[in-house]
């Protein structure tokens, strides 16, 4: 493994069993709750954060194989949304309990753990458009391990009952809360 990948897993890592905790401690009606100007309720951000690491890993993968890597179009053919693949992903797993989406999460991540395992120092300096920058590889590792952060700051915006002082210096880490 490159060596400038060390501090980004040990922090997304960090970062994931912190949120796990989080997730576990939510209530029947915390989980339910609907996110304010937002289609989702909690629990859909968990399974939301369950199912990204499939389309990263994917992406990853084909970046770790130097090929390129375009997603399909969608089921009925039009061009890829990644909104519309979250939300078909999110629904498939409506019913999941906690415990199981974050044990499918687990899986998902270790698999994408060892695709970036193969990233060569070029890869991670190969640049590509992110949000209109161009970013590397490894910039986008490295702003992607505030992603469980970013999404618990969305789950509290519907449950602020939910927030203590572990989770507020967590999010106060990256500027969230």
Known sequence: MDPQLGPVIDEADANRAFYE???????PPQLAAPIPESPWRVKDYIAHLCSIDIYVGEWFEHTADGKPWRPNNSEDGSPFNIDTWNEARIQERYDASVDELLIEAGQHRER???????????????????????IT???????????????????LRAIPDAKDHRVTAWLAKYGMG
């Open 112 to 134: 994408l753990w060892a695709t970036v395992d193969r990233f060569s120092p070029e890869v991670l300096a190969t640049q590509f458009n992110f949000r209109g920058r161009d």
């Open 21 to 27: 905790g989080f997730c576990r401690s939510l209530t």
């Open 137 to 155: 590889f490894l910039r986008y590792l490295q702003l992607w391990t505030a992603h469980d952060p970013a999404h618990s700051a969305d789950m």
